[in-house]
């Protein structure tokens, strides 16, 4: 893996972090009802997947052991780019059920990652 490649890694899993402790313990009703939170999952979602995407460009071949990469990048540009049709419940899906297993993977990518 590229060196350059473990900052990606390590930004994208502190975003996946992020994101996940702002949902802890809510639902999705008082996601729905507060839009500080929405913003501030929207924006953790955002550079989990453009982290993503730059370790893409950077370093193809960690990027491949990421089946989600192209799910993340997606989300991520519908988020900038497609924001008046942002789906909150696709949203509140992603960060309460599927990136668990995302930062799972990149927790056990960088245990495996010499400093």
């Known amino acids: ?3 350059e490649a473990a900052t ?3 930004d994208a899993l502190k975003a996946a972090r992020l994101a996940m402790q702002f949902v802890q313990g809510r639902s999705f009703d008082d996601y729905g009802g507060d839009a500080m939170l929405r913003s501030a999952v929207e924006r953790q979602l955002e550079i ?3 982290a993503l995407n ?3 460009k950077l370093d193809p071949e960690t990027a ?3 089946p989600e990469l ?3 990048v ?3 540009n519908i988020l900038i780019h497609g924001y008046a049709s942002v789906n909150d419940r696709l949203v509140w899906d992603v960060a309460s059920g599927h990136l668990p297993r995302l930062a799972l993977r990149l927790e056990q990518r960088l245990a495996n990652t010499p400093p």
Do not use: I, K, N
Request: glycine share 14%.
């Open 54 to 56: 730059q370790l893409r």
């Open 70 to 72: 192209a799910q993340a």
């Open 48 to 50: 989990v997947g453009e």
């Open 64 to 66: 491949g052991t990421f």
């Open 74 to 76: 997606g989300l991520r």
């Open 8 to 10: 990606y890694l390590w």
């Open 1 to 3: 893996m590229a060196p």
